[in-house]
């Protein structure tokens, strides 16, 4: 078992992909840190599994290099909506289906390898304002990291209010045996629902449901019959696996020495993709303003960050809540295939972003 240092730079509450990328990039910084979670990994969650390609250059700068043998790439998005359909390609690189906890495993070694400390099923029962408690162990630091997801005890204890009144939907995600029948990620439309199937292996996809009410796999046909017939006869592997998808915001991510990253921060509906890519581009922001003891720095980053993937959720969400609008958006995307192609590079930060007055006058 890992001892717990009496000091160190940053604690990091919370071992998932959040917590992992902030402990490296402070780690990548110089600091000292301690990660603990009261879990113990591989710690899995609903997730669409779909790795952007601005996620996976986020990994590459944090050092995880994701193996060829791991997970599946796709090279784009196809969007289907009953009888139509339009697809687009990412201009330069591909993106990656990946299981989250293979992914979690690639961070943690990363982690442990350039000396993160690591402590698993420790609880933290306590934060003051220079020492937290793990288990019955104080530990003082100089800054904390809340990790700790959605429902954050430090957003809470640090009293962080939030933006506005938010939004949730309900998302169940489980995995099929079954090869591949494209090399995209498929995104079906229905009123108010999305199904996302994503390659996580080169005989196993992940089919993620995300609705305003909760959904059935047993009811799939009834939503997406293309999709349900595409599955006929497919192996369900393992379980499945539900939880929210929320769209948050809060009135700051800091207060002074926490930071919060990730889900704790504030999250994008799952419609975007972009929850696990933000978590890795929020932790190339946070650990250059921990090294230079300014988290005003990553305040500012972590507005400039989360500004088009909200914009994007809110005209994703607009699509999906009115038919007439998704039918014509779907029309004029298949019939202008490089129009769908340049929005997929600003989504995945290969254009220059919109006007900057677009994306915040949509928050």
Known sequence: MVSLPRDTDVVVV????????????????????????????????????????????????????????????????RFIDKNRSA????????????????????????????????????????????????????????????????????????DIQPAGPGSQRVGLRRHFRIGRWTDFVEVYWQHNRQAYVTPVAADEICVALIADQPMRFDNLGQSFPDLAERLHGAEPVGGTRGGASVSMKWRQVTRNNLALIGDASGAVDAV???????????????????????????????????????????????????????????HVLAAQPRLFEKLLALHVGHQPALPRDLPRAAE
């Open 14 to 77: 919370g071992g998932g992909p959040a917590g992992l990328a902030a402990a490296i990039a402070a780690r990548q910084q110089g600091l000292d840190v301690v990660l603990a979670d009261r879990a113990a990994p591989p710690i899995d969650k609903a997730c669409g599994e779909g790795l952007m390609p601005d996620g996976i250059a986020a990994l590459r700068q944090l050092g995880v290099d994701l193996p060829l043998a791991r997970g599946a790439p796709f090279r784009g998005i």
């Open 272 to 330: 975007t993709g972009e929850g696990m890519a933000l978590a890795f581009r929020q932790a190339l922001a946070l650990g250059p303003a921990l090294a230079e003891n300014n988290l005003a720095t990553y305040e500012a980053a972590h507005r400039r960050i989360a500004r088009l993937p909200r914009f994007m959720a809110r005209l994703l969400l607009l699509m999906g809540r009115h038919e007439t609008l998704r039918h014509g958006a779907m």
């Open 87 to 158: 697809e687009a390609s990412f201009l330069h690189r591909q993106g990656r289906g990946m299981r989250r906890p293979e992914l979690q495993q690639l961070l943690l070694e990363r982690a442990q390898a350039i000396g993160v400390r690591c402590v698993w099923q420790r609880e933290v029962e306590a934060l003051g304002a220079n020492t937290v408690t793990i288990g019955s162990h104080a530990v003082r630091y100089r800054f904390v990291v809340g990790a700790d997801g959605l429902q954050s005890k430090l957003r809470r204890w640090s």
